[in-house]
């Protein structure tokens, strides 16, 4: 998964919260639009679009961006930073048997999850589905038993970070399992019947997920502050036209310039493949 695309009100605020709290380098700002990352690898571009208003309550669109992190200790970094500058911002936490994560609402309303996953050695498949729970973390335990110190504070040495999952918020599950699944081509590794969907590509516990907890029911999208793209990154241009295809002969309406194909999906959430690490 590529960088997130948010549109925003306040671009600094929203600028400080990634930086300062998730712990995120700015690598750029040009034109009123801010791209923070970590190790030189863009994670969220933050697009000043004040002219848009805030989307309607329960409303399609984003319901969480998942950063994963290489180690426990990266988190705890993180976890750290947001607790001592933005506490009020902290929603939850869960054992997912194959992940630790952390949740949180950025200060446009924006769903954030910082994660670790487990080694793929430690994951459990039964007929094709990845075992998945929901079990409560201690947060302050965590930041007891994984937090160094010595690096709680420092700005500089931040390890890589990038864009683990995007998690939806959709009308319906089987509408999103015929657009994700049959025609974009992800694999489906874990369902919640009529709740939600969790879709993956190579065997990971999932690239995205679905749900309709805050949207059941919800149609397009109207222009609004949140959301603006998801980017996929697909590791050949082969694949890229692959998916293309099977999204025309879906009758999905593409925009393609030869280096990303760009379309809606049923809720008008934008979203973009490419070749992994091409040049944009």
Known sequence: MGAVTLKVADLDAMIAYYRDGVLLELLSLVDGVATLGRGGVPVVVLEHAPELSWAARGAAGLFHTAIVFDTRAELARSLYSIARRYPGTYTGSADHL????????DPEGNGVELYWDRERTAWS??????EMGSMYVDPNSFLEEHLVRDTADAVEGLAPASVGH???SV?????ARAFYVDA????QTFAMPGSALFV???GYHHHMAMNVWNSRGAGLRAPALGLGLVRIALPTADAVGEAGERLAFAGVSLADDGRT???DDPWA????????????
């Open 98 to 105: 194959v992940s630790i994560a952390f949740y949180m609402t």
């Open 269 to 280: 959430n934008r979203i973009e493949l490419s070749v992994e690490g091409a040049p944009r």
């Open 171 to 175: 009308g319906d599950v089987d509408t």
């Open 184 to 187: 974009l081509g992800f694999d």
């Open 166 to 168: 995007v998690h939806l």
């Open 261 to 263: 194909v760009r379309f």
């Open 125 to 130: 498949w039964v007929h094709g589905q990845v």
């Open 200 to 202: 993956s590509a190579g």
